[in-house]
């Protein structure tokens, strides 16, 4: 019972978070949407803060599971389109975290110190793809163009719910197919004329329009 009571603390203070904007989420809030006393959630919970950092602990061990690249082949156009799409999938899904990054990085030295380790190890994974493509012959880029639309990728990953939220996207399928293709758009002027053709097809068959 209480390790249940634990579990629908999380799932509705995430879904309120989301909803909301952490922020304006309170230990109270959480507490009278469950029916339970500040007591009972204070059993399970130190405070909000300690709730953001369980939730943040699920979102890196499936950050990390989406960011595990595929053994014994060099990536192609729809490997780094599918991953994409379980990247922004997480992030959709915890979106709270990003919608207020710098508020909570600068509340828990935990969590900014494992954001950062994502943020390196996303950059790492970019780079490999990024040179398996060139690898591969599908695109041409010297290693400061792969380390620069590497870092580009990330930041257009990291910030792009922010956009679309301002932009007034709601819905969470268009929000996701217009991220990667975002961040596809940027591989573009660096494929080869065939992969670049091949680019345009993909982009047309996920349109967010």
């Not at 990247?87 to 207020?100: A, K, N, P, Q, T």
């Given at each position: 019972?209480?390790?249940?009571?634990?579990?629908?603390?999380?799932?509705?203070?995430?879904?309120?978070?989301?909803?909301?904007?952490?922020?304006?989420?309170?230990?109270?809030?959480?507490?009278?949407?469950?029916?339970?006393?500040?007591?009972?959630?204070?059993?399970?919970?130190?405070?909000?803060?300690?709730?953001?950092?369980?939730?943040?602990?699920?979102?890196?061990?499936?950050?990390?599971?989406?960011?595990?690249?595929?053994?014994?082949?060099?990536?192609?156009?729809?490997?780094?389109?599918?991953?994409?799409?379980m990247v922004y999938e997480c992030i959709w899904d915890y979106r709270f975290l990003y919608?207020?990054?710098?508020?909570?990085?600068?509340?828990?030295?935990?969590?900014?110190?494992?954001?950062?380790?994502?943020?390196?190890?996303?950059?790492?994974?970019?780079?490999?793809?990024?040179?398996?493509?060139?690898?591969?012959?599908?695109?041409?880029?010297?290693?400061?163009?792969?380390?620069?639309?590497?870092?580009?990728?990330?930041?257009?990953?990291?910030?792009?719910?922010?956009?679309?939220?301002?932009?007034?996207?709601?819905?969470?399928?268009?929000?996701?197919?217009?991220?990667?293709?975002?961040?596809?758009?940027?591989?573009?002027?660096?494929?080869?004329?065939?992969?670049?053709?091949?680019?345009?097809?993909?982009?047309?068959?996920?349109?967010?329009?």
């Amino acid at each position: 019972m209480a390790r249940r009571t634990r579990e629908r603390i999380l799932e509705l203070s995430l879904a309120l978070f989301n909803e909301r904007g952490e922020p304006n989420v309170t230990t109270n809030h959480i507490a009278d949407e469950l029916e339970i006393s500040p007591g009972n959630l204070y059993y399970h919970f130190r405070n909000k803060d300690d709730i953001i950092e369980q939730l943040f602990a699920r979102y890196e061990e499936r950050m990390d599971q989406a960011l595990i690249r595929p053994e014994g082949r060099l990536p192609d156009l729809e490997t780094i389109w599918m991953q994409l799409h379980m990247v922004y999938e997480c992030i959709w899904d915890y979106r709270f975290l990003y919608r207020d990054l710098v508020d909570i990085l600068a509340r828990s030295r935990k969590i900014r110190m494992h954001f950062s380790r994502i943020l390196r190890r996303a950059t790492e994974n970019a780079r490999d793809v990024l040179g398996g493509l060139v690898s591969a012959g599908v695109m041409r880029a010297s290693a400061e163009e792969v380390e620069a639309l590497a870092t580009n990728i990330l930041v257009v990953a990291t910030f792009w719910l922010n956009y679309s939220s301002v932009q007034g996207e709601k819905d969470e399928q268009r929000a996701i197919r217009a991220g990667i293709r975002q961040v596809m758009m940027l591989l573009a002027p660096f494929l080869r004329d065939a992969e670049r053709v091949h680019l345009h097809t993909l982009c047309r068959a996920y349109d967010p329009a």
